[in-house]
């Protein structure tokens, strides 16, 4: 006899999953693989992170707070951390700010969330630069925004009307994901000066400010309009995302926000709902590293390694990809963005066939709110060995070559 009863359906999933994709599962997943070059992920070089050196902040750390740093903490994060983060934007804008304008995040992504939670209701306009980085769209997905494209020329019919239904306007002027490319001063001024007029906020997300390879990246927007405004509280439209991700290592999970301070309050009840507060234990070994002096000893060397591999990933390219592709290489950053040179390649088609040649890249559709872009794909180079990135490249060739045939074969 059967004891099993027929089960009534369960409420569907909200709606919004419909809409996303699994390419960052994909590849993260991928990135495990020892038979496939990834240059699919945005992922640090894990032999450059420092182990030593953090396995010895973390003893300074526990000495130092104790217990105290093991428990559940301030929504805002730690104390010091944030007057250290405080300090820092002072010294680079040339503008007194202070802990009331700093909250600590779980990594910049958190802060990408936070502001989605509370400005964006479904509907609502984001003016985002384009293309746009897939983590920003991911972050905002459930909040069922609608999107503007960001015209760094300014010049666009209807622009000027967009930027004022906006909630807010999104900007990575610092090698940006996906496209490595650097925003000039002047375009970052003018933009400022049309947020300003439009009066809405300007979320500056700058989490590879610290990979400068070809000098350096110059004034963020945030120190734009403190230079403008250079007394009194903080109380201007940006709200700048940062991280130690990228300078020192991904697994600390400690980015921060800097922005007015009724904003920042505002993102600290938005994170209250989130997770009540990040790790202080990782805070405080972040804050060591800091003070010590090690970030900044430590940024010279992974610069002076991306961009050996931002180089070898170029010259491969030009020998291996040049036929179908173009590219700039990147000043800072950690991408290449390689826009096919005819209508003939479709990067969501190509993927299939790199995967069977056993190498991966990240499909420009995915940086498209509609999906629509799919003539570029993102390839990254810090991830890899010089001698990777090569082998990486020919196997791209390949797949190039066998998804061209594939697609001349289905057109005989």
Same mark, same amino acid.
């Given at each position: 006899?059967?004891? @099993?009863?027929?089960?009534?359906a369960?409420?569907?999933?909200?709606?919004?999953?419909?809409?996303?994709?699994?390419?960052?599962?994909?590849?993260?997943?991928?990135?495990?693989?020892?038979d496939?070059?990834?240059?699919? *992920?945005?992922?640090p070089?894990?032999?450059?992170?420092? !182990?030593?050196?953090?396995?010895?902040?973390?003893?300074?750390?526990?000495?130092?707070?104790? $217990?105290?740093? +093991?428990?559940? #903490?301030?929504?805002?994060?730690?104390?010091?951390?944030?007057?250290?983060?405080?300090?820092?934007?002072?010294?680079?804008? *040339?503008?007194?700010? #202070?802990?009331?304008?700093?909250?600590?995040?779980?990594?910049?992504m958190?802060? +990408?969330?936070?502001?989605?939670?509370?400005?964006?209701?479904? *509907?609502?306009?984001?003016?985002?630069?384009?293309?746009?980085?897939?983590? &920003?769209?991911?972050?905002?997905?459930?909040?069922?925004?609608?999107?503007a494209?960001?015209?760094?020329?300014?010049?666009?019919?209807?622009?000027?009307?967009?930027?004022?239904?906006?909630?807010?306007?999104?900007? !990575?002027?610092?090698? @940006?994901?996906? =496209?490595?490319?650097?925003?000039?001063?002047?375009?970052?001024?003018?933009?400022?000066?049309? !947020?300003?007029?439009?009066?809405?906020? %300007?979320?500056?997300?700058?989490?590879?400010?610290?990979?400068?390879?070809?000098?350096?990246?110059?004034?963020?927007?945030?120190?734009?309009h403190?230079?403008?405004?250079?007394?009194?509280?903080?109380?201007?439209?940006?709200?700048? +995302?940062?991280? %130690?991700?990228?300078?020192?290592?991904?697994?600390?999970?400690?980015?921060?926000?800097?922005?007015?301070?009724?904003?920042?309050?505002?993102?600290?009840l938005?994170?209250?709902?989130? /997770?009540?507060?990040?790790?202080?234990? =990782?805070?405080?070994?972040?804050?060591?590293?800091?003070? @010590?002096?090690?970030?900044?000893?430590?940024?010279?060397?992974?610069?002076?390694?991306?961009? /050996?591999?931002?180089? &070898?990933?170029?010259?491969?390219?030009?020998?291996?990809?040049?036929?179908?592709?173009?590219?700039?290489?990147?000043?800072?950053?950690?991408?290449?963005?390689?826009? &096919?040179?005819?209508t003939?390649?479709?990067?969501?088609?190509?993927?299939?066939?790199?995967?069977?040649?056993?190498?991966?890249? !990240?499909?420009? $559709?995915?940086?498209?709110?509609?999906?629509?872009?799919? @003539?570029?794909?993102?390839?990254?180079?810090?991830?890899?060995?010089p001698?990777?990135?090569?082998?990486?490249?020919?196997?791209?060739?390949?797949?190039?070559?066998?998804?061209?045939?594939?697609?001349?074969?289905?057109?005989?």
């Open positions: 006899m059967s004891f @099993s009863k027929s089960r009534a369960r409420p569907a999933l909200a709606g919004w999953l419909s809409t996303g994709n699994s390419i960052t599962q994909q590849f993260m997943a991928i990135g495990g693989r020892a496939v070059v990834s240059l699919a *992920g945005g992922l070089a894990a032999e450059l992170y420092p !182990v030593e050196a953090i396995a010895a902040a973390s003893e300074r750390a526990l000495t130092r707070w104790g $217990s105290a740093i +093991l428990e559940y #903490g301030p929504i805002e994060g730690l104390p010091a951390l944030r007057a250290a983060i405080a300090t820092r934007f002072s010294a680079t804008t *040339g503008r007194s700010f #202070g802990p009331e304008n700093v909250l600590l995040t779980t990594g910049a958190q802060g +990408l969330d936070l502001v989605g939670k509370a400005l964006v209701d479904p *509907g609502e306009l984001i003016v985002a630069q384009f293309p746009t980085y897939l983590g &920003a769209l991911d972050a905002w997905r459930p909040r069922e925004p609608s999107y494209q960001l015209d760094w020329s300014l010049q666009r019919p209807g622009f000027e009307a967009e930027l004022r239904r906006a909630k807010f306007v999104y900007a !990575v002027p610092n090698y @940006s994901n996906p =496209t490595g490319a650097l925003v000039l001063q002047a375009e970052r001024a003018a933009l400022l000066d049309k !947020v300003l007029e439009a009066g809405t906020w %300007l979320v500056e997300d700058d989490p590879y400010l610290p990979l400068q390879f070809d000098g350096p990246a110059g004034p963020s927007i945030l120190a734009h403190a230079a403008r405004h250079p007394n009194g509280p903080y109380d201007g439209p940006v709200i700048y +995302l940062g991280t %130690l991700s990228k300078s020192l290592t991904p697994g600390l999970r400690v980015g921060w926000v800097v922005g007015e301070a009724g904003m920042v309050a505002t993102l600290a938005a994170k209250q709902s989130t /997770d009540i507060a990040s790790s202080l234990l =990782t805070q405080a070994i972040a804050l060591e590293l800091i003070e @010590s002096g090690f970030e900044a000893d430590h940024v010279p060397r992974i610069v002076t390694a991306y961009r /050996d591999r931002r180089d &070898a990933l170029c010259r491969a390219a030009t020998e291996h990809l040049s036929e179908w592709f173009e590219w700039e290489a990147p000043p800072g950053g950690m991408f290449v963005w390689m826009r &096919a040179k005819t003939d390649i479709d990067t969501d088609a190509l993927y299939a066939h790199a995967l069977a040649e056993k190498v991966a890249f !990240v499909p420009s $559709s995915v940086f498209d709110p509609d999906g629509a872009l799919k @003539s570029a794909m993102r390839v990254n180079f810090t991830r890899s060995s001698e990777v990135l090569v082998e990486g490249v020919r196997r791209l060739e390949r797949a190039v070559k066998r998804y061209l045939a594939a697609r001349a074969g289905r057109a005989a």
